[in-house]
């Protein structure tokens, strides 16, 4: 069923309810009305008989005593007058003395003939009047009554149901508006729908399929850049492995080894541009990472430094302790932005100056920042700027510049941040930011003490 359809039929239907049970008292309180009016007419005219009666002078009344008076008849009424002794003075039928026989005061109904009258018996100066009205001619006036009173009636309630179709109807045009627009649509046009003449009631369904429009585009988008992406940056590592080895099957000895060397190394370069590129398409394509475990700060610490670089153990200067709290982020996520920062800055610093990683919970008690910082030569103005941004490096031999540009995905996923800046005393630092869970906000619990290495050996592995 449709909506047209379901309005009309229910507000409809409510109206004919509502407008049924006032038409009902209506007519139940005028017909009360009516029967009161014609019984107060009655009364008054048998009242007024009396004080006529009253006025009469003797010889009237004598002539009265020998035969009875004729009142001239009227329609659908009758009339008769009872002396104190019980005789007929005075009356408009003499084939009704059953009917307008003196009986108790007050209204009664009595039948004759077939025929229902409404009598009213009313005693004054020992005389008694009888006074009485036709049932049927009641019935007729009642009629016209409710006749003159249900026609406007059924107008109304008529002109009423039209007017509330044609308001369904004319309230309804925007919606299909709406449906005739998105019917027109191209399949790949994604621009927002126009809210502008939009009811204020439809406004929120036009934004929220505005909102979905917007984000289909940017996953779209984040598509073909992957493609792009990765059709860029694969070429040239699969030319220069095609190229080392077919070298190698044109030469033997020691060229041979060495081109088969550099292809395995390009083999390698290449995993790891594939892998970064898909852990980058999975963190802008909102997939999800949690696995029940929870990220502690301290586990997102010594899991990252194991990670990085075996070798380099020595190199790391770790804060005395950590904070035990923990982080409204998946820990794999976690763990590979701070990896990342932490290969960053072992490629970059001299082979043996230290790399220095801090946590802190911030002022306002809602996040934690990771410290990640090298004694390298640093970079300048311009490339600090260009640092998060994906494929940038700073000469083709370091990386594949996708490393930062994950941290800045993953800090931007989670409400978080990463910054760069440049100590005095030389280097780089990056700051991550990561927002905490509602539980670990409260007043910070004991901060775990780090080992010198950062890493527990006795650890059974990364668990992801």
């Not at 009629?143 to 008529?158: E, G, I, S, T």
């Not at 905490?436 to 290495?453: D, I, M, N, V």
């Amino acid at each position: 069923m449709s909506l047209r359809t379901r309005l009309v039929l229910t507000l409809g239907l409510t109206l004919l309810l509502l407008w049924g049970l006032a038409a009902a008292w209506l007519m139940r309180d005028l017909h009360q009305q009516v029967e009161k009016t014609l019984d107060q007419r009655l009364a008054q005219s048998a009242r007024m008989v009396a004080g006529l009666m009253a006025q009469l002078p003797v010889d009237v009344w004598e002539q009265a005593d020998q035969r009875a008076l004729s009142i001239p008849p009227i329609e659908g009424l009758a009339c008769q007058v009872h002396s104190p002794r019980g005789e007929i003075m005075a009356r408009t039928h003499t084939d009704m003395e059953d009917i307008l026989q003196a009986r108790e005061p007050g209204h009664a109904y009595r039948e004759e003939g077939g025929m229902t009258w409404r009598v009213f018996t009313y005693e004054r100066g020992g005389l008694t009047i009888t006074t009485a009205d036709r049932m049927d001619e009641r019935d007729l006036l009642m009629r016209n009554v409710l006749q003159v009173a249900v026609v406007p009636f059924v107008v109304a309630l008529a002109g009423s149901l039209l007017a509330l179709w044609l308001g369904v109807v004319r309230g309804l045009q925007p919606l299909g508006r709406l449906r005739d627009a998105l019917a027109r649509r191209h399949p790949d046009a994604l621009a927002p729908v126009a809210t502008h003449g939009v009811p204020v009631e439809i406004r929120p369904l036009v934004e929220t399929l505005n909102g979905l429009l917007a984000r289909i585009q940017q996953t779209i988008v984040r598509e073909q850049r992957f493609t792009n992406d990765a059709a860029h940056e694969l070429r040239t590592p699969l030319t220069a492995i095609k190229t080392h080895l077919q070298v190698a099957s044109r030469v033997e000895g020691e060229a041979a080894r060495q081109s088969l060397d550099h292809a395995e190394e390009g083999v390698a370069r290449l995993s790891r541009t594939l892998d970064q590129l898909l852990m980058l398409a999975r963190v802008e394509g909102r997939l999800h990472f949690e696995d029940g475990e929870a990220s502690r700060a301290a586990d997102v610490v010594e899991l990252a430094l194991r990670d990085a670089s075996a070798s380099d153990r020595q190199r790391f200067a770790l804060p005395a302790a950590c904070p035990e709290v923990e982080l409204a982020v998946p820990r794999e996520l976690a763990i590979t932005a701070l990896r990342n920062l932490v290969d960053n800055a072992l490629r970059h610093g001299p082979g043996e100056s230290p790399v220095e990683v801090a946590a802190r919970i911030d002022a306002d008690g809602q996040t934690l920042t990771y410290g990640v910082r090298d004694h390298g030569p640093g970079v300048d103005d311009a490339q600090l700027e260009q640092l998060p941004r994906r494929f940038w490096r700073a000469s083709r031999r370091q990386g594949s510049g996708l490393g930062l540009a994950i941290v800045a995905a993953i800090a931007e996923r989670f409400g978080g941040g990463l910054a760069f800046s440049r100590p005095e005393e030389g280097g780089l630092e990056a700051r991550l930011t990561l927002p905490l869970t509602p539980r670990s906000t409260g007043p910070a619990g004991p901060a775990r003490e780090a080992t010198p290495q950062g890493i527990n050996d006795n650890d059974e592995g990364d668990p992801r």
